[in-house]
């Protein structure tokens, strides 16, 4: 089993979802902060995200797969969202590995908006008001 990278699947995901959207995300770095809010609260409930629609993101042993190597990134999601072990067992309507995938998704989703933003953005040409 090969270590699944959380944050390069979901940059691909952005980009996939944002490019069959029309949805912007070439931004002035004025802008970036804004564009973050909007852009997670775009895609917060996408399945093809976050897994936080009614399918989730994969199944249940594709995301046993994608948190095996990561369980101590999950578990830290699930501290700072306050889940606790019952609500991990329990979850609504996903399997419980689909449930903590989704819910380590939903955790760096707006780091992983904020890096594509910072690596998209648009360049000020410092030389642009020069006269020559």
């Not at 996939?16 to 775009?42: A, G, K, T």
């Not at 995301?63 to 067992?89: P, Q």
């Amino acid at each position: 089993m090969e270590h699944y990278d959380y944050m390069a699947a979901m940059r691909a995901d952005l980009i996939e979802y944002f490019d069959l959207n029309n949805i912007n995300y070439h931004v002035h770095d004025y802008e970036i902060d804004r564009r973050v809010d909007e852009l997670s609260e775009e895609v917060w409930a996408e399945d093809c995200i976050t897994g936080n629609g009614p399918q989730g993101y994969g199944s249940d042993e594709e995301c046993a797969e994608y948190i095996c190597y990561n369980l101590h990134d999950v578990l830290d999601a699930a501290y700072e969202f306050d889940v606790t072990l019952k609500d991990m067992i329990t979850p609504h309507g996903l399997t419980t590995t689909q449930y903590l995938d989704c819910l380590y998704r939903c955790y760096i989703l707006n780091s992983c908006i904020y890096d594509l933003l910072i690596e998209f953005r648009i360049e000020e040409d410092d030389n642009e008001d020069d006269n020559e």
